[in-house]
Each structure stands twice: as structure tokens, then as C-alpha cells.
Nanobody
Framework: QVQLVESGGGLVQAGGSLRLSCAAS????????MGWYRQAPGKQRELVAT???????NNADSVKGRFIISRDNAKNTVYLQMNSLKPEDTAVYFC????????????????WGQGTQVTVSS
């Protein structure tokens, strides 16, 4: 079984910063892509940023220049440094990982964290 545990959400004023962390644990053989998605009330879940085990990054246009994704492969942990936060960044942020585990070694499965609330006040 694989679990993703997130931390670091909270309430911040516009222009402030927050750092999210997400650690994957369990019977992990390979952790190929990790990333962050977010869902605001009444909206669909959307991509924020992803990073491969090799360091290739994909960012949503809305966060380019403000958010920085990084990962520690040895710790199976992904981080999201969020700077210059705006009220429109308010959402539940979900960690996502595409992992091959020893339970299912022939295929990659997608796992989600429980979500962490980020609220940006104006």
C-alpha cells in the first residue's frame, strides 16, 4: 500500500508565502512523477505543477514565476514553494504521485493525498 501525506497549508495574506510538503511511503519500487493539483470551491481540480524523478517540471501558466516545485527522490517527497500568493490561489491542494509499487509491480498507479487547505486573504 502507498500513502501520500501532505503538510504545510494554512491562512496567509495576499503577497505572502507558504510551503507545502508531501511524503510518499509504502512499498514503492519507483516514484516516477509527483505533483500538485488544486480545487477551488465550485471548480474542477486543476494542475498546479508536476516534476519527474529526473527533474523535468511542468507548471500551470497561472503559477509560473510564483510557485516552485521540487522533490527529494531519496525521501520520496515533493515540495511546493508558493510565493506572491493571490486570493485566487485559495483552494484545497492535493498531492499526486504516479508510482510503481511492489503490490502492483507491472503497472504504474496514481495516488492522491488527502488535501490541504490554502487560504489567501486580500
Amino acid at each position: 500500500q502507498v500513502q501520500l501525506v501532505e503538510s504545510g497549508g494554512g491562512l496567509v495574506q495576499a503577497g505572502g508565502s507558504l510551503r507545502l510538503s508531501c511524503a510518499a511511503s509504502g512499498s514503492i519500487l519507483s516514484n516516477n512523477v509527483m505533483g500538485w493539483y488544486r480545487q477551488a470551491p465550485g471548480k474542477q481540480r486543476e494542475l498546479v505543477a508536476t516534476i519527474t524523478s529526473g527533474g523535468t517540471i511542468n507548471n500551470a501558466d497561472s503559477v509560473k514565476g510564483r510557485f516552485i516545485i521540487s522533490r527529494d527522490n531519496a525521501k520520496n517527497t515533493v515540495y511546493l514553494q508558493m510565493n506572491s500568493l493571490k486570493p485566487e490561489d485559495t483552494a484545497v491542494y492535493f498531492c499526486n504521485a504516479r508510482i510503481v509499487s511492489s503490490i502492483s509491480p507491472l503497472r504504474e498507479n496514481t495516488y492522491w493525498g488527502q488535501g490541504t487547505q490554502v487560504t489567501v486573504s486580500s
